[in-house]
């Protein structure tokens, strides 16, 4: 599909929180104005200049998007709330990105956020239809069903599939695992920093078939935002210097192959090839050409199937990337520097932006020892059973410079990329809207 609009679209601040074990210690509230903060520090704005915002959660009542952002000002803007399964942080993108690029506005602010419960992913309403029920009864029929958490079993059983059909083995799926809470040492904002040899994490507690505990994400709390906005905005404000274009994106959703009988297109595989083909396509690359890539590695089953899906290699050939070190530092491809969803954490709405959060951190060079060398293609895959895909390619702005710009750095008086700490009552107030009294932010505070 050729794009619709030509209005290039840039990321011009971005902010998360330290992802964290679910234990109801922190409010989404906190989490989603830290976030907000963050990012608005980074672009140097003040929510005023916030023309709409989309914020995504999968735990929580309506609304709860006015909730965070009110404490920001009630500057009448649209607040949308979006729910998509764990690609909901990429679809409050997604949706910011149509915006800005149909010229509705020149500033938009996506923000995503979640307060899980603790425990596997489980289904909520019991008295109604379910929206994966025809993906369980393809499972059930081809793969059967076991007592185990029902995601790992979708993925779990596409791992084995790909395994049987190409020569893979649990082996290469450990080496997801291994490669992934590797990388997550560096990461000052995951959830877990632990490093584990491939024997630990083969003989840690089985979860379904192949996958042991640790080639699985965790669930856990946390929140991320991105500031999007138009070239005329970015020249406005003198951003040129840290501006990350969206140079594509697109979203997919299942194709009838999903519920064909193959495990690995019940997981998502053919609207992620649809999706990454579009970007692809949008951009005259391929997907061998990607410098680093944040992958929805919800499982290590998953990353396998989706170097194929993306084309980062040749059909049935993804563990010869693992076999090479071609998806670490040093190969070909940095996969998930941040330690991905398996080591940083999975809150689903905060996902995709903080998926986000990294690649412009990668693309400015800000990320010290974890530093991917040389980025020109960043690539986002971000996925949700039911189903939902989000593939996003950034690259660095063509916008000029601004002799008065100030490194966000300085602002911060950190490297926020390299060191996670949290938001003053000073930092809400710079950035809060002016017409916000001190009453009515200490009220909600």
């Not at 899980?116 to 369980?136: C, H, I, Q, T, Y």
């Not at 979860?207 to 991320?224: M, N, R």
């Not at 391929?286 to 989706?306: P, R, Y």
Request: hydrophobic share 40%.
């Amino acid at each position: 599909m050729a794009p619709k609009n030509v209005q290039k679209v840039y990321v011009v601040g971005v902010g998360m929180t330290k992802f964290l074990k679910p234990r109801g210690e922190v409010d989404y509230t906190q989490l989603g104005l830290e976030a907000a903060t963050k990012a608005l520090l980074d672009a140097g704005i003040t929510y005023d200049e916030v023309e709409q915002a989309v914020a995504g959660y999968c735990y929580g009542d309506s609304t709860c998007g006015q909730r965070v952002l009110y404490q920001l000002g009630m500057t009448q803007i649209p607040i949308t709330n979006v729910n998509n399964n764990c690609s909901t942080g990429s679809t409050a993108l997604f949706q910011c990105r149509q915006l800005v690029a149909a010229g509705a506005v020149d500033c938009a602010m996506a923000i995503g956020f979640e307060k899980m419960e603790r425990g596997s992913l489980k289904a909520k309403w019991e008295d109604r239809a379910n929206p994966l029920e025809a993906f369980v009864s393809v499972m059930a029929e081809k793969r059967g069903i076991e007592p185990a958490p029902f995601a790992a079993q979708i993925f779990g059983n596409a791992g084995i599939e790909y395994c049987e059909k190409y020569g893979a083995t649990p082996d290469h799926l450990a080496m997801i695992a291994e490669k992934n809470h590797r990388h997550s040492a560096l990461n000052p904002y995951s959830q877990f920093r632990d490093v584990y040899t491939l024997d630990q994490i083969k003989n840690s507690p089985k979860v379904f078939g192949p996958l042991t505990k640790l080639q699985c994400c965790p669930t856990s709390d946390g929140a991320g935002c991105a500031i999007l906005a138009s070239e005329k905005f970015v020249l406005e404000h003198g951003l040129g210097a840290q501006a990350i274009e969206i140079a594509a994106q697109s979203m997919a959703t299942d194709s009838p192959h999903a519920l064909g009988g193959s495990m690995i297109e019940l997981a998502g595989a053919d609207m992620t090839r649809r999706a990454a083909n579009e970007v692809y396509k949008n951009t005259g690359i391929k997907g061998t050409d990607l410098d680093v890539v944040c992958l929805h590695d919800c499982f290590s089953a998953n990353e396998l199937i989706t170097y194929d899906a993306l084309g980062m290699c040749k059909p049935g050939e993804a563990h010869k990337l693992l076999d090479r070190g071609d998806t670490t530092y040093g190969g070909r491809c940095v996969v998930n520097p941040s330690g991905g969803l398996i080591s940083k954490g999975h809150p689903l709405g905060a996902t995709g932006l903080a998926q986000c959060t990294e690649l412009v951190w990668q693309l400015r060079g800000w990320c010290g020892q974890r530093q991917v060398p040389n980025v020109v293609n960043a690539l986002q895959h971000n996925v949700g059973l039911g189903g939902a895909v989000v593939i996003t390619l950034y690259r660095r702005g063509n916008c000029p410079s601004d002799p008065s710009w100030v490194d966000p750095r300085v602002r911060f008086g950190y490297n926020p990329a390299v060191e996670a700490r949290g938001v003053s009552a000073a930092d809400v107030q710079k950035v809060q809207a002016k017409n916000l009294t001190a009453e009515l932010l200490n009220s909600m505070l």
